[in-house]
């Protein structure tokens, strides 16, 4: 009988996305357990990134003797605050081990199939065309030490992105898939002035989601942030952080009275600066971060080459002398048509990868 191994390390795939953007700086793997060409376990990783997904398959299996375990990633080697992976696949009698990506953590890389096969586990990296960029953000994390950084704006058909006259640009299909690009990071970074504009909250509303709202980060370098915003109300269920570099103490204890976290840094000028605060923002667990700002912050990202993957949703409608623009829209013209990935209700989604 021939065995479609593709298909069950897809069917990992589908477990992996649902965690994705959910287990902090360890990647979310998905694992299937498949003994007598029946899919006996599967898994993904835990929220917060432990326990891993191989261990959530197999711990409470009594009987998997002989079976094949397919996985997203390659099985983890080391000890850290578990132990490895690979021991509990031996210990388990897994027969066979498939992956479809190799670990870039050098405490694991190339290091499962050896330890396996000396285990008299057979062990092969399958891969798929399919997901091939699946872990992409989790290899920027791990040779750059910084988030996977996504951004997000909404413009109109005449590349417009303030509606003048209303809230929204886009319709309601569009904003709802903004929802769930949220869901899939763990933290957004907006500006002060986006939000005092907006008087945003930045959070998940699709029903089922809502408990996977990101963490907020703030750039307010002149502690220019209102005292009365909607996002207030939740500054007790998700960690909201101000970025500034105005010690003003009798602002700063205001603002840590209402629930924010300050972080300062000396200037945000250029690259160097940019790449400064990713890093402080990774070294505080953060893996994945959606730019939700103005097109003046945007531009500035853009320039300095600090987005992986941008999202442009563009609206069907005019808005002519309803809308307007803080900054210049010429980028997000060159936007060429083959992007286009899904249209929704009317509204177009453009995507680029940097």
């Not at 590349?159 to 886009?170: H, P, Q, S």
Request: charged share 25%.
């Amino acid at each position: 009988m021939t065995i479609n191994h593709k298909h069950y390390l897809e069917l990992a795939f589908h477990l992996a996305e649902k965690n994705l953007g959910q287990t902090k700086l360890n990647p979310s793997v998905g694992t299937v357990i498949v003994k007598n060409g029946a899919v006996i376990s599967s898994a993904v990783t835990s929220f917060k990134g432990r326990p891993h997904s191989e261990f959530n398959a197999l711990h409470n299996l009594k009987n998997c003797s002989g079976a094949s375990l397919y996985t997203t990633l390659e099985p983890c080697t080391h000890y850290g605050k578990t132990p490895p992976c690979t021991n509990i696949i031996a210990k388990k009698k897994i027969k066979n081990v498939f992956y479809a990506f190799e670990d870039p953590d050098i405490r694991t890389f190339r290091k499962a199939k050896k330890i396996l096969i000396k285990q008299g586990i057979t062990t092969k990296l399958i891969r798929t065309r399919r997901y091939k960029n699946f872990y992409k953000s989790y290899f920027i994390n791990k040779k750059l030490t910084i988030p996977f950084v996504t951004a997000k704006i909404a413009i109109s058909k005449d590349y417009l992105t303030i509606n003048k006259k209303e809230k929204w640009i886009t319709n309601k299909t569009s904003r709802n898939k903004v929802h769930l690009l949220r869901s899939k990071h763990d933290c957004i970074l907006s500006t002060a002035k986006s939000i005092n504009y907006d008087n945003s909250v930045l959070n998940c509303r699709i029903y089922g989601l809502n408990n996977k709202s990101p963490d907020l980060f703030i750039v307010d370098l002149k502690l220019k942030l209102k005292k009365k915003l909607l996002l207030n109300k939740y500054l007790k269920i998700r960690k909201t952080f101000l970025i500034t570099s105005k010690n003003n103490a009798s602002k700063i204890s205001a603002f840590k009275k209402l629930g924010y976290k300050i972080i300062f840094i000396n200037k945000l000028n250029d690259k160097n600066d940019l790449n400064f605060l990713y890093k402080k923002i990774y070294k505080l667990g953060y893996s994945r971060m959606l730019i939700e700002c103005g097109l003046t912050f945007l531009n500035n990202l853009i320039e300095n080459k600090m987005i992986d993957d941008l999202y442009i949703f563009r609206s069907n409608k005019k808005l002519g002398k309803n809308g307007k623009n803080n900054n210049t829209s010429s980028y997000l013209k060159k936007i060429h048509p083959k992007l286009l990935t899904i249209n929704l209700n009317g509204d177009s989604l453009f995507r680029k990868e940097f």
